[in-house]
């Protein structure tokens, strides 16, 4: 997942991932920073930092860290499901305009393991296919991962499903007991009716 978004100054933007148990999460950010009499964002925004905070789908505080203007923070899910990834500037007045507006650059990967950059570019043909092999099982255990939790979503969406049908099918055998009750009292009503007026 990669986008940039817009955000005022000490303003908290955050975005929604749906992630499974067990599983890497690793973003990158840059900030971007409006210049009043370029009229464009400059490449870098020296002197920002960003609070950057990460919530299980339970409410609890899973990172909560200050980074500078660009940076790279990871974390590792222990609970399936939706986690809240927050970016709030620390900016203030004397390192931005009040209301100055920010370009926030972010760049998700779940379930990514990067390799060493030192191992990677050593000479050794062996280890680096011995490396790059491990690097693919651990995709692949990730994928393996992703599917079960794909499983478990469906099943309990199934299980609703199946729970909601049931609901509806029991109401409307109790709207024709009411229907069919309804009708026999009003037949009764009309027949007695008649009766007493000896119409019939």
């Not at 609890?60 to 980074?67: A, D, G, I, P």
């Not at 974390?75 to 209301?99: D, K, M, P, W």
């Not at 939790?149 to 109790?174: D, Q």
């Amino acid at each position: 997942l990669a986008l940039y978004f817009h955000s005022g100054e000490r303003e908290e933007k955050c975005i929604i991932e749906d992630v499974p148990s067990d599983t890497l999460v690793i973003g990158n950010y840059k900030v971007q920073r409006w210049d009043m009499h370029r009229q464009e964002f400059l490449e870098s925004a020296p002197g920002l930092g960003m609070f950057v905070t990460v919530t299980t789908p339970d409410a609890e505080v899973l990172l909560s860290k200050l980074y500078g203007p660009q940076g790279t923070f990871s974390f590792t899910s222990y609970l399936s499901g939706e986690h809240a990834i927050c970016l709030q500037s620390n900016s203030t007045r004397f390192v931005a305009f009040a209301g100055s507006k920010l370009r926030i650059h972010l760049d998700i990967r779940v379930g990514e393991h990067f390799l060493d950059e030192s191992i990677v570019k050593a000479k050794d043909k062996v280890n680096d296919v011995k490396i790059k092999l491990e690097h693919l099982i651990e995709q692949i255990h990730h994928i393996s991962r992703e599917q079960n939790y794909g499983r478990e979503r469906e099943e309990k969406f199934r299980k609703t499903s199946e729970e909601t049908n049931s609901n509806i099918l029991w109401w409307a055998v109790v709207q024709t007991l009411i229907l069919i009750s309804i009708g026999i009292w009003q037949i009764k009503s009309l027949r007695d009716f008649f009766i007493s007026k000896k119409l019939v």
